[in-house]
């Protein structure tokens, strides 16, 4: 009669234990990857959007560098417009030749009717001057006869001793200002004066040429007088700040000047809630940002797109430095008239392209899951056929060591159980189970494990196969064990645990000793 029994609880546990990395680069890698194609695609994004942004600025550079150049030039002309009118009159040879007889000729009293006509000579002379390039002012039509004409402009013709020699009608007074400048300034030099109101609040500026010796040894060279305008600016300067056929809405000229470290307005800003007045307007140059601060502190040819105006609104801001005054010329057009439009594009560019980026890694992270799902499930379903085999097998050999009368049990390196048969667990007197992953000194006790330990050690020491016959005390019998001590290699090389085999052969060593009294 066969005794038919169930396959037996798998208590097979041989893993080998070792350190494994925290991170599977086979996963990782491609997430690294995919992380560094983004930033890259992102930064390509960044340069692409940078390009087009510095292109749009450049363009606006040059535009409106060709309308400042414009006008600085514009103005430039005119200043040497002024000071062409007044050497016409300071090198004209009979005004310098009357200019030196009328000098000659003052202190004879007898010549007081001959000096009087050399000077009306000059007087005429300065009259069609003054009218033609608008050194006099315009009288109303309307005045009273007996009304005082105010003194707002005209030409005047100065000594060499200070003396006015002659001026055009309605001239200013040579006193106070007027005489303090002209007289500050060095000998043969021509010279402009600051931008100034009038006592009708008009801007103006006063010129000066000097006016040489036309006969005698040093002609040329020695100064015999000076020619002064005086000429309110407002209706022919101001004009030539306007670009003709100006195309953007927001674009506009001024004129400044620092002195002082203070920036002065000399031309007027026509804004109906915040009007710039020339001369009266003044704005310190610790102002962060400010566009006319900027433009006094370059080198005279500036471009700049982040700057503010006097009322803090964003513009582009370009400046030119005259050469005939120490004036800067600065040249404004709204950021939002500019390059507002272009910013909003560059930014819904930027978020297109960095969603299209998205997409792309979101479509290469779906086909690498899609695929490593697919691997993943392969694998399972490989290792799910190898741990059947793996437990069939596990099943077959834990079958086979129970039906052996021998003791059978595997310990790990550090002394622990991986497995064990029934009789080694019949000896332990712990069910099988709960025997794995237990030291062996915590089962058997430190004296019964201390004799397979050291036989377990000197197995993987010399890594051989290491035997021993001889009485053992188990469960408080002695008993005659012959044990075998295998070492087991590692799935890593090297030596992972010993098998161990120990056949109780004590009825074979006392019936020799029973026959050998049974003679007796």
Request: aromatic share 8%; with cysteine; net charge negative.
């Given at each position: 009669?066969?005794?038919?029994?169930?396959?037996?609880?798998?208590?097979?546990?041989?893993?080998?234990?070792?350190?494994?990395?925290?991170?599977?680069?086979?996963?990782?890698?491609?997430?690294?990857?995919?992380?560094?194609?983004?930033?890259?695609?992102?930064?390509?994004?960044?340069?692409?959007?940078?390009?087009?942004?510095?292109?749009?600025?450049?363009?606006?550079?040059?535009?409106?560098?060709?309308?400042?150049?414009?006008?600085?030039?514009?103005?430039?002309?005119?200043?040497?417009?002024?000071?062409?009118?007044?050497?016409?009159?300071?090198?004209?040879?009979?005004?310098?030749?009357?200019?030196?007889?009328?000098?000659?000729?003052?202190?004879?009293?007898?010549?007081?009717?001959?000096?009087?006509?050399?000077?009306?000579?000059?007087?005429?002379?300065?009259?069609?001057?003054?009218?033609?390039?608008?050194?006099?002012?315009?009288?109303?039509?309307?005045?009273?006869?007996?009304?005082?004409?105010?003194?707002?402009?005209?030409?005047?013709?100065?000594?060499?001793?200070?003396?006015?020699?002659?001026?055009?009608?309605?001239?200013?007074?040579?006193?106070?200002?007027?005489?303090?400048?002209?007289?500050?300034?060095?000998?043969?030099?021509?010279?402009?004066?600051?931008?100034?109101?009038?006592?009708?609040?008009?801007?103006?500026?006063?010129?000066?040429?000097?006016?040489?010796?036309?006969?005698?040894?040093?002609?040329?060279?020695v100064e015999v007088g000076r020619i002064v305008g005086v000429k309110q600016v407002a209706?022919?300067?101001?004009?030539?700040?306007?670009?003709?056929?100006?195309?953007?809405?927001?674009?506009?000229?001024?004129?400044?000047?620092?002195?002082?470290?203070?920036?002065?307005?000399?031309?007027?800003?026509?804004?109906?809630?915040?009007?710039?007045?020339?001369?009266?307007?003044?704005?310190?140059?610790?102002?962060?940002?400010?566009?006319?601060?900027?433009?006094?502190?370059?080198?005279?040819?500036?471009?700049?797109?982040?700057?503010?105006?006097?009322?803090?609104?964003?513009?582009?801001?370009?400046?030119?430095?005259?050469?005939?005054?120490?004036?800067?010329?600065?040249?404004?057009?709204?950021?939002?008239?500019?390059?507002?439009?272009?910013?909003?594009?560059?930014?819904?560019?930027?978020?297109?392209?960095?969603?299209?980026?998205?997409?792309?890694?979101?479509?290469?992270?779906?086909?690498?899951?899609?695929?490593?799902?697919?691997?993943?499930?392969?694998?399972?379903?490989?290792?799910?056929?190898?741990?059947?085999?793996?437990?069939?097998?596990?099943?077959?050999?834990?079958?086979?060591?129970?039906?052996?009368?021998?003791?059978?049990?595997?310990?790990?390196?550090?002394?622990?159980?991986?497995?064990?048969?029934?009789?080694?667990?019949?000896?332990?007197?712990?069910?099988?189970?709960?025997?794995?992953?237990?030291?062996?000194?915590?089962?058997?006790?430190?004296?019964?494990?201390?004799?397979?330990?050291?036989?377990?050690?000197?197995?993987?020491?010399?890594?051989?196969?290491?035997?021993?016959?001889?009485?053992?005390?188990?469960?408080?019998?002695?008993?005659?064990?012959?044990?075998?001590?295998?070492?087991?290699?590692?799935?890593?090389?090297?030596?992972?645990?010993?098998?161990?085999?120990?056949?109780?052969?004590?009825?074979?060593?006392?019936?020799?000793?029973?026959?050998?009294?049974?003679?007796?």
């Amino acid at each position: 009669m066969s005794d038919i029994q169930p396959a037996p609880e798998a208590r097979f546990s041989i893993v080998e234990e070792s350190t494994r990395p925290k991170l599977d680069w086979k996963i990782w890698f491609p997430v690294g990857i995919l992380i560094l194609v983004g930033l890259i695609g992102m930064y390509l994004v960044s340069l692409f959007v940078g390009a087009e942004r510095q292109q749009a600025e450049n363009d606006w550079r040059i535009r409106m560098g060709i309308v400042a150049d414009s006008r600085a030039a514009d103005v430039n002309h005119w200043f040497d417009q002024q000071f062409g009118e007044l050497y016409a009159v300071a090198q004209n040879q009979s005004v310098q030749v009357y200019i030196q007889q009328i000098s000659q000729l003052a202190s004879d009293q007898t010549q007081q009717d001959q000096v009087e006509g050399l000077k009306e000579y000059l007087r005429n002379i300065l009259t069609v001057t003054a009218d033609r390039a608008g050194f006099t002012v315009k009288v109303k039509a309307d005045v009273n006869v007996n009304e005082t004409q105010p003194a707002l402009g005209g030409l005047i013709i100065i000594d060499e001793k200070g003396g006015v020699l002659a001026a055009s009608p309605n001239a200013p007074a040579y006193d106070g200002d007027l005489k303090a400048f002209v007289s500050a300034q060095a000998p043969g030099q021509k010279a402009v004066s600051d931008l100034f109101l009038n006592s009708a609040g008009v801007p103006s500026l006063i010129f000066m040429a000097p006016i040489v010796a036309s006969q005698g040894d040093n002609a040329q060279t020695v100064e015999v007088g000076r020619i002064v305008g005086v000429k309110q600016v407002a209706d022919e300067l101001y004009p030539r700040l306007v670009q003709p056929g100006e195309t953007t809405k927001s674009g506009h000229s001024v004129l400044v000047e620092l002195k002082d470290n203070k920036i002065t307005y000399l031309s007027p800003i026509n804004d109906p809630q915040h009007p710039i007045q020339p001369v009266k307007t003044q704005i310190g140059l610790d102002v962060p940002d400010l566009d006319v601060a900027f433009a006094v502190r370059g080198s005279g040819s500036n471009f700049a797109t982040d700057k503010k105006d006097y009322q803090g609104r964003p513009v582009l801001v370009t400046s030119r430095s005259l050469s005939a005054v120490p004036w800067v010329l600065v040249y404004t057009v709204s950021y939002d008239e500019a390059l507002g439009e272009a910013e909003a594009r560059f930014q819904t560019l930027t978020i297109v392209l960095w969603l299209v980026i998205v997409l792309l890694a979101v479509i290469i992270a779906a086909v690498w899951y899609y695929g490593s799902s697919r691997r993943a499930s392969q694998a399972a379903y490989q290792f799910n056929q190898m741990a059947t085999k793996y437990q069939e097998q596990s099943n077959l050999l834990q079958l086979v060591t129970d039906s052996q009368p021998t003791s059978i049990f595997i310990l790990d390196k550090d002394d622990k159980y991986r497995f064990a048969n029934r009789q080694a667990a019949k000896d332990a007197g712990i069910a099988a189970p709960e025997m794995i992953g237990k030291p062996i000194a915590n089962v058997v006790g430190p004296a019964a494990a201390k004799r397979v330990i050291r036989l377990n050690h000197q197995a993987m020491e010399e890594n051989r196969t290491v035997t021993e016959y001889g009485p053992v005390e188990i469960a408080g019998k002695t008993k005659v064990i012959q044990s075998e001590h295998i070492p087991l290699k590692g799935t890593a090389g090297g030596v992972s645990g010993v098998l161990a085999v120990e056949d109780d052969v004590s009825d074979c060593v006392k019936e020799p000793e029973r026959r050998a009294g049974n003679r007796k």
